[in-house]
């Protein structure tokens, strides 16, 4: 995922661990259109996101529909317990 203008490309990526360092992973098809290679130096901006998946609409409705039962929210609670 990421937004591009005619200077800038912005891309969504996860940190890994690698060793003692932290490392981010650039894909090869990226590299090759900015032509950078390993070992060159590039700017980077981190910020953090909050990633949450979301539900499709109709998926949504019918959990609800099943949530909202009596007897489906005394399971719940009893298996909380």
């Known amino acids: 995922m990421y937004h591009s203008d005619t200077m800038h490309r912005c891309m969504l990526v996860r940190l890994r661990k690698n060793g003692n360092s932290t490392t981010i992973t650039v894909p090869p098809d990226e590299l090759a259109r900015l032509g950078i290679r390993a070992g060159d130096y590039v700017e980077i901006t981190l910020q953090p996101v909050d990633i949450r998946p979301r539900l499709p609409a109709d998926l949504?409705?019918?959990?609800?529909?099943?949530?909202?039962?009596?007897?489906?929210?005394e399971a719940f609670r009893l298996l909380a317990e």
Do not use: G, Q
Request: hydrophobic share 55%; proline share 7%; glycine share 0%.
């Open 60 to 73: 949504a409705d019918a959990a609800e529909a099943v949530l909202s039962r009596p007897s489906v929210a």
